[in-house]
């Protein structure tokens, strides 16, 4: 309609006559030849700086590389380098003026490589880097992101704050320890979880929010690389009435071997949500919890299919005899070939029977149960 | 009688075939807004990501690279080994030797050194029978499983014993002769941990290897296709993902992951049955039973895709194999839409029966159909020269430039995801393929989608059932919750994938 | 005296660039490869008195490397150090059992890596 009351209005004299469906169709003619002359323009100029800033980057690149390179050998060798020293490479890498150094581009480079070499070095060299990042006025740059209204570079900001610049900028970051955005949240708790902050793990707190795996992934990462934080006992969290959180914490009791948690994971064996039930057994099984042993072997029957494959594997970690006469009568019931495999393989740990005296204490088995056998004791496959 | 007959085809043509081609047209608009969204959001998220975290994480989860093969002699030497170093802390390798004629297994046993092993392969899907199971007695090849299996006539049924030995909870199906960048499991399981609901399959954007580099299996530099036909194919790939599927994508509705390359649920699959090896389009086929399965469930669920360039495959360059591929895809779309009828215009599934499905089967099984009878009627306007030109001249530009703009719009979304060529020119020559491809690609992919259309309608009717295994008790009620017997056509059952 | 000859397999370049100037600053002759295959040639033409392998390259593994370089004339003892991103337990396991000679895992300390480095030459001239 709108279509048809401006092509009337924009139209030379000859088309008025014609049918609306017409005018209509002319009107689009016009708008899209238009939008693939825009587009293309749009492509074709894109390329052109695309391919100047290729060029750009590159050059600039190999000299960063080189100064870089230069300047980490000289930190390690002289050990602690002295603040003229520092103001001098400083100034070396300002003056690279061919580069326009204070072009985003450049600097932004600049932080990448240097971020780079702080993942992939420690020590000495992680030292010295960050002094770098300092003298060379690039916090301010990475400061200036989290003003920034679009929250990926805040978050571009703070993980190059957290990775550069660990002495500070915490209480910068505290206000995006509860954006609503998730990615942006999760980076600021990252970071405050690595600055060593006075309550880093106030985020376990949290009731409603889901944590995501990725999320769990990447501060499971910072908390577990962070040499000097405090570690709570994580068990004062599993009664959270946010699954994710108790799943969370129940992977870093793992790591942390935190057998104190032993009675609360018991306790959540009864939890509403079968995936904290799962972790709860696998970590009964990892902490080799074998007072939970004969509580797990109680609630069996209870347990769906995917925990009782978890109480299984469990019982192969805790690896104390008891269990084999229960593991021996869950393979010896033919009701669910996985099952089945998996009780076979426990037996075949905990026990170390060789495959005769295997056999030996068993009854007549079916060809399901015999290949299980095979399976469990086929070198090649159990690598 | 007869003026009845002209009063009614002249009804239709000049009104409702516009309205239906108005209605496409706004329908595409609101893809390519849609499609830029999820594109812009996807590149946000991952900008400032370090996916090397996964690496090193204890909490990756576990993925078993599922990859039929069927007389690939020539090349699975290098394949398998491109797939065993694809960069992921925690996977497994399972290749499918599809009962080929070829000695596609005695080079896998001789390459890498593989051993028949004593594997108890439990069959959860129904497929043709298994013979073998190998590893390798080399521990660098550890990861790898080679199942060598009677030939089943579809990669279907080969890639649901792949399901069956698979030991991870996440799978990735894709075909041997595919070329995966090393990060693909890296890029492809994030939608699978970042989503707060279930996230059931995702895919990623697959393109041409035509032209391109490639050395030992692995690719090297991308190169725009030189030949006629997969050029205009790498045209339609690029609209078809990254327009298409990453439109649906942002509104949870996708129907198609592709066969070539997608992540799926383990658990969800074997629930829903596996692949149907009866099927012309066995992967369209899976996703659509895979959310009929989820909203029965009534689970929130979704199907990803990423706007990323993760798989390269060769695309026929001769009218007939490309003949053939097309009219199977073309049957292979009918059929599914006609085994899951049910489920279009049914609220009970929600956006994906009320939006998606109802889409797919207007707008792209009817399409051709309603294209092809639009010619006749122009024809028969020419012979009994009632033709005017002029309205029809603009009719035909209105349809041509708007398809021109949305294709070219295409390019510039893979523009803006990630720059795959290394040239302006090469670029160039895709933007102008845009302009030929109206009248040049179109009819032969109408032409083809035609004949997929007469076979599918002219084919005969036949029962067929979805497989499971029913020997141990405790899966009873899983199996039978899913086990639908439908009615489809087929013609040849298998044609040769 | 003629310099230590060190092989570096490694495909990330700025890492291979460090690598390469580090260890030349500290008196090694080193030769790079970015891939594989390249260092396959390698191996296979000339005698290495370590080589350093990142376990991520293309075409050919860093595991695979270390099962190759047990078969080639030149190269059948000398030691080889690993350098990785994976921190997996199994991974590690498994290099070693390739024959392995030492594993360091990424974030490097380049202080530890010299030493590693000194250690493993000195054990290869003990042996010879």
Known sequence: MLFYILGIW???????????????????????????????????????????????????????????????????????????????????????????????????????????????????????????????????????????????????????????????????????????????????????????????????????????????????????????IIIPPFNKWLNSPNSSIIVFCIKLIIYYKQPDAVPSLIQLLDHSDINVQNRAINALGKLEAISAEPIMIAHYSTFSKSCKLEVLKALRRINSKTSIQFLRAEFLKIDNFYIAKCAMYSIVAISGYTRAQLLAGLPELNAEQKAIINHCFDKLINI | MEIHFQYYLHLIYDRLIFFYSVLIMLSYLTLLVLSIFEIKKYLKRNSYIDHKLLLSSPYAPGISVIAPAYNEAATIDYNVHSLLSLDYPCFEVIIINDGSTDDTLEILIDKYQLKPTAFAYYEQIITQPVKQLFKSSNPVYSRL????????????????????????????????????????????????????????????????????????????????????????????????????????????????????????????????????????????????????????????????????????????????VFGSQRTRWTKGLAQNLWIHKKMIFNPRYGRFGMIALPYWLLFEWFAPIIEFTGILYYIYLILTHSINWDFAIILLAFVYTFSVMITVTAVLWDEITQKQYTSKTEVMKLCTAAFFEPFLYHPLALFFSLRGNYFFFTGKKLHWGNMIRTGFAGSKNLIKATVSKVKIRRKKQHEKR | ??????????????????????????????????????????????????????????????????AKKKQTAYNKNTPVLIISSYTQKSIITEAFSLGADDFIPKPIDVEDLITKVKILLNKCKIAV
């Open chain 1, 10 to 228: 924009i139209l030379p004299d000859i088309f008025k006559a014609y049918p609306t469906i017409i005018i209509v169709a002319v009107m689009v003619i016009g708008l899209s030849i238009l939008a693939s002359i825009i587009v293309y323009l749009i492509i074709f100029f894109g390329r052109v700086r695309a391919s100047y800033i290729d060029i750009k980057t590159t050059k600039a690149r190999k000299l960063i590389s080189d100064k870089l390179n230069h300047y980490l050998f000289f930190m390690e060798s002289v050990g602690n380098i002295s603040r003229d020293d520092l103001r001098r490479v400083a100034t070396e890498l300002n003056k690279l003026t061919v580069l326009k150094f204070k072009s985003r581009l450049v600097r932004q480079l600049l932080i990448d490589q240097l971020v780079y070499f702080k993942k992939n070095f420690t020590s000495q060299t992680s030292i010295a880097l960050s002094k770098l990042y300092q003298n060379l006025g690039l916090k301010e740059f990475s400061f200036n992101k989290l003003h920034t209204n679009s929250w990926e570079v805040k978050a571009q900001g703070i993980a190059e704050l957290r990775e550069m610049a660990p002495i500070m900028s915490a209480t910068e970051i505290l206000p995006y320890t509860n954006s609503s955005n998730d990615d942006l949240r999760v980076e600021a708790q990252a970071a405050y979880v690595w600055l060593n902050t006075a309550d880093p793990f106030s985020f376990l707190n949290d009731t409603s929010e889901i944590l995501v795996e990725w999320h769990q992934i990447i501060l499971f990462d910072m908390i577990t690389k962070n040499e000097e």
């Open chain 2, 145 to 320: 499983l080679v199942i060598d299996k009677e030939n089943g006539g579809s990669k279907a049924d080969a890639s649901n014993a792949g399901i069956n030995a698979a030991l991870y909870p996440i799978f990735l199906c894709t075909d041997v002769d595919c070329i995966l960048r090393r990060d693909t499991l890296l890029k492809m399981v994030k939608p699978f941990i970042e989503e707060k609901v279930k996230v059931i399959a995702a895919g990623a954007v697959i393109r041409i290897v035509n032209s391109c580099e490639v050395e030992s299996g692995v690719l090297t530099k991308v190169k725009i296709p030189a030949k006629f036909l997969p050029l205009f194919q790498e045209l339609e790939y690029v609209r078809a993902f990254l327009v298409g599927r990453m439109a649906w994508s942002k509104v949870n509705a996708l129907l198609l992951v592709s066969g070539g390359l997608g992540m799926f649920d383990k658990k969800t699959v074997i629930a829903a049955g596996g692949y149907d090896h009866a099927s012309f389009g066995e992967d369209m086929e899976l996703v659509t039973r895979m959310r009929g399965y989820m909203e029965r469930q009534k689970t929130p669920y979704a199907v990803r895709y990423i706007p990323e360039s993760l798989c390269w495959t060769e695309v026929p360059d001769n009218i007939r």
């Open chain 3, 1 to 66: 005296m003629m310099l230590e000859k060190i092989l570096i397999v490694e495909d990330e370049p700025l890492m291979l660039n460090f690598l390469d100037f580090r260890l030349k600053k500290a008196g090694y002759d080193i030769r790079i490869a970015r891939d594989g295959r390249e260092a396959e040639e390698y191996i296979d033409s000339e005698p290495f008195s370590l080589i350093i392998i990142d376990l991520m390259i293309p075409f050919v593994s860093g595991l695979e490397l270390l």
